[in-house]
């Protein structure tokens, strides 16, 4: 039925984010016009919570299989680490800076993940 999902991020200097997800996160992209970067993200899962404190806004979190070791590779390139790796009951928590601000948690899950589950366009994965 879908064949993938489309996030957007506004940016009060969304040049600058672009440049920080093709050449510091190494994310690869295509022009979709008038320099208009799209990237590539690694398959993604979609979770449903109760409204709570958050409010009811989508959130975005980039999930790694070894979070030190991201951290690590990302702060080599530049980046600036803005939250120091914390334990939640799901899994460890942290977040990088772009360079107009935003923050985007990273986070290595320790919980059941979507991602091991069969790929019903391609059963061969």
């Known amino acids: 039925m879908f064949s993938g999902a489309h996030i957007t991020l506004y940016s009060r200097d ?4 672009r440049a920080f997800l093709r050449d510091v996160a190494g994310l690869p992209a295509v022009d979709a016009g008038q320099g208009l970067l799209v990237f590539r993200l690694p398959p993604a ?10 409010g009811s806004r989508p959130e975005v979190y980039l999930m790694c299989e070894d979070l ?3 951290l690590t590779a990302l702060e080599d390139r530049g980046a600036e680490i803005s939250r120091a790796i914390t334990e ?3 899994g460890l ?4 800076r772009l360079p107009s ?15 091991d589950l069969p790929d019903p366009a391609n059963p061969a994965k």
């Open 14 to 17: 969304a040049e600058a984010d």
């Open 45 to 54: 899962e979609v979770a449903v919570l109760p409204l709570g404190d958050a």
């Open 68 to 70: 030190t070791r991201t």
């Open 88 to 90: 939640q009951e799901w």
């Open 93 to 96: 928590l942290a977040a990088v």
């Open 101 to 115: 601000g935003t923050e985007v948690p990273l986070y290595e899950p320790r919980h059941p993940t979507a991602l």
